[in-house]
């Protein structure tokens, strides 16, 4: 597997989940699945270690970065699939998640949307669209292929 698979996907998306699972509340949808898979009592054993620690964590950490973190793998997969290239043919594809979470922040920010906006939200979101895009993408490939 390469760097790509590796750091840009599986990394970003098992840490972003872990912050979930290790310091979030266990109120959260995800905690019914683990008890549905019978993983509720060793999550919860993790969880005791780790829970002190969410009281030292700056909230950016808590609860903007995980979604930044997301977009930055659902990018990075998206983006190895067509071969680090944009085009007219998958520019859809590699938006649709990403602008519809910024949408949703904004929405939140005129009460279109439930929640509360946050522009540390807003600012991972865009983060984790245009990181991926800038390190995987070639940029001197595609100038010199207008060029031929």
């Known amino acids: 597997m390469n760097r790509q698979i590796i750091i840009g ?3 970003t998306l098992i840490l972003g ?3 979930y699972i290790l310091f979030r509340q266990d109120t959260l949808k995800m905690f019914t699945w683990f008890d549905s898979l019978n993983l509720s009592v060793f999550i ?3 969880r005791f270690f780790t ?3 969410s009281d030292h ?11 930044g973190l997301w977009l930055f ?5 998206l983006l ?3 071969d680090n290239t944009i085009s007219k043919h998958n520019i859809h594809w590699l938006l649709l998640v990403p602008l519809f979470a910024v949408f949703s922040e904004i929405g939140q920010l005129f009460k279109i949307v439930p929640g509360t906006f946050d522009i540390l939200d807003l600012t991972f979101y865009i983060a984790g669209t245009a990181l991926p895009i800038l390190i995987f993408t070639n940029l001197k490939t ?3 292929e207008k060029n031929n």
């Open 142 to 144: 595609k100038k010199h």
């Open 51 to 53: 829970l002190p620690f």
């Open 73 to 77: 793998s659902y990018l990075s997969v």
């Open 80 to 82: 190895m699939v067509w």
């Open 17 to 19: 989940g872990l912050v």
């Open 9 to 11: 996907h599986l990394f």
């Open 57 to 67: 964590l700056p909230n950016w950490f808590l609860y903007s970065l995980p979604d």
């Open 44 to 46: 919860s054993e993790i």
